[in-house]
């Protein structure tokens, strides 16, 4: 069964940082995850993904520097590992899966969403 599972969301102050967990069950090598958030009266925009077969990755260019994915195919996890977070940053982020090899973070071209899970950086 395919399974996309978020978690490790939460209230950070400005400048914290979180980490973000994906528990990805059902997915092979041949495949490629994904993260995501919509923000408050915005639309769901694409923020990294990670090759499974490889840890190739690819990063908004808004999120370069301060956002760090990675994964742990033992553990069947991606994770998203964000710094300096900024109130902007507050959104429900989700993680989506993909079959095949391309890396993108166009929201269109996933299948399998998670639930997602709740940022909020306040002071």
């Known amino acids: 069964q395919l399974q996309l599972v978020e978690s490790g969301g939460g209230l950070v102050q400005p400048g914290g940082s979180l980490r973000l967990s994906c528990a990805a069950s059902g997915f092979t090598l041949d495949s490629v995850i994904g993260w995501f958030r919509r923000a408050p009266g915005k639309e769901r925009e694409g923020v990294s993904c990670?090759?499974?077969?490889?840890?190739?990755?690819y990063y908004a260019d808004s999120m370069k520097g301060r956002f760090t994915i990675s994964r742990d195919n033992a553990k069947n996890t991606v994770y998203l590992q964000m710094n300096s977070l900024k109130p902007e940053d507050t959104a429900v982020y989700y993680c989506?899966?993909?079959?095949?090899?391309?890396?993108?973070?166009?929201?269109?071209?996933?299948?399998?969403w998670g639930q997602g899970t709740q940022v909020t950086v306040s002071s």
């Open positions: 989506a899966a993909r079959r095949g090899q391309v890396l993108t973070i166009a929201t269109s071209r996933y299948d399998y």
């Open positions: 990670i090759r499974s077969s490889d840890g190739s990755t």
